[in-house]
């Protein structure tokens, strides 16, 4: 983004509370610090958040080439016990997506040792309730067994028909900035 500045050398302002800023100069710049969708949910014990799709990257840390197959599992509580659905592409390769463009295959992904790939899944989104959070378990079949390929994830669908078109977008909610003139006379200005 141009013009963008550390906010670390600068004061930052609390919400409804009236701040002074000491400035003698001619100029003033005021930055805006923009709240991501990711950071409200840094009270959640998951990490990461995935809206509407799930993606993760995938490394055969193997000495040899193979071919994976992948299974996600989603839970309606954190602690995991209460099973919702799972989607597994050794059985159904629907909505499976390897490096942004390519179908899941029946035979699953070839990974060279060394190599990564890029594994997306594009559930039914009308299988999930809209805005209820889900907790992922995500496993790798090598074509022997199963190895965990991480939890930690949460993951939630969007209302397709919201009026909130950009609900997991940054943005800032309800700003606003007073001047006072030399003149005394002050001046709000206000972004809902």
Known sequence: MNNSVDFDDYDILTKNIMNTIDDSGQSMRIGIKIVSPSDLYTHDPYASLFVDYADFDFFNDSAFAGYFRFRIRFYTDVAMSNLYTTFYSL?????????DSVPMSVDGVRVAAGEDAQITLY???????????????ID???????????SGWIF????PTSEEKYEN?????????MFELE??????????
């Open 169 to 177: 977008i940054p943005h800032v909610d309800g700003f606003s900035i």
């Open 91 to 99: 059985t159904d390769q629907e909505g499976w997506i390897i490096n």
């Open 123 to 137: 559930p039914p989104n009308e299988d999930f309730v809209v805005g209820r959070t889900y907790y992922m378990d």
């Open 156 to 159: 939630m669908v969007n209302d």
């Open 183 to 192: 003149s005394n006379q002050k001046v709000m200005l206000n972004l809902e």
């Open 140 to 150: 790798i079949w090598d074509g022997f067994s199963f190895t965990n390929g991480g």
